[in-house]
């Protein structure tokens, strides 16, 4: 079946830090992939998203890059704020016509002043 | 405009009672999914709707569970003689009708079966 692991969290970073979290999937085909992120009391936001190899997602200066050849999604920021703070989600959808998400774990993401 | 909404925030019951959970979706959105998520984990599939009718229910755990979305709009979660292990929170998702439409998720409603 299809399944997505996260590196593993807490993270702590500094502010100005450069982010990395790992993502790697299970799925036959070509799924769509995406990060979505969940602020403290808020619920879950899409935060950007790949739909097929190759693709680079971008949003609030987070990027992925969406590689088939190491089925690997990976999260990257080259400077972290503390309103990054938050946990990050990296989920999977498969090709054809089913539309359910799958997630990872999760990780959560704490920037220090 | 308007999100999705949920309700209620929290619902608190005993084990072996029946609850209810709501979700209004976004206007228009013909797509509606829910999940739940325990703690510490991703958000996990249970159904996804298209219109009134269930697409998709086999991530639902058992026949305790049941969801129904009778005008194709406001969906209903409800929950059996409720477990402890029943605890977690429920998320609900709406979408437009395409496949590769973004869902867009409510706050959640957190279940707490004592």
């Known amino acids: 079946g299809n399944s997505v692991t996260q590196m593993e969290g807490p993270v702590t970073l500094s502010e100005e830090a450069f982010l990395t979290i790992n993502c790697t999937y299970t799925a036959t085909g070509y799924p769509s992939l995406f990060w979505y992120v969940q602020y403290p009391g808020e619920g879950l936001q899409l935060l950007l998203k790949a739909t097929k190899a190759d693709d680079k997602g971008s949003n609030k200066g987070f990027e992925a890059t969406y590689r088939k050849e190491t089925t690997s999604f990976h999260l990257e920021k080259g400077s972290v704020q503390v309103s990054d703070s938050a946990v990050y989600f990296c989920?999977?959808?498969?090709?054809?016509?089913?539309?359910?998400?799958?997630f990872g774990s999760g990780t959560q993401l704490t920037v220090l002043p | 405009g308007a999100g999705v909404s949920q309700t209620p925030s929290n619902k608190v019951t005993e084990k072996g009672k029946y609850v209810e959970l709501r979700c209004d979706p976004i206007s228009g959105h013909t797509a509606l999914y829910w999940y739940r998520q325990s703690l510490g984990q991703g958000p996990e599939f249970l159904i996804y709707?298209?219109?009134?009718?269930?697409?998709?229910d086999s991530g639902l755990p058992n026949d305790r569970f049941f969801a129904v979305r009778p005008e194709g709009s406001v969906s209903t979660l409800k929950i059996q003689r409720t477990e402890r292990g029943d605890s977690a929170v429920y998320l609900c998702?709406?979408?437009?009708?395409?496949?590769?439409?973004?869902?867009?998720f409510g706050p959640g409603t957190r279940l707490t079966v004592l």
């Open positions: 998702a709406s979408a437009g009708q395409g496949a590769t439409d973004t869902q867009y």
């Open positions: 709707f298209q219109g009134t009718g269930a697409a998709d």
């Open positions: 989920a999977l959808k498969p090709s054809g016509s089913a539309r359910q998400l799958t």
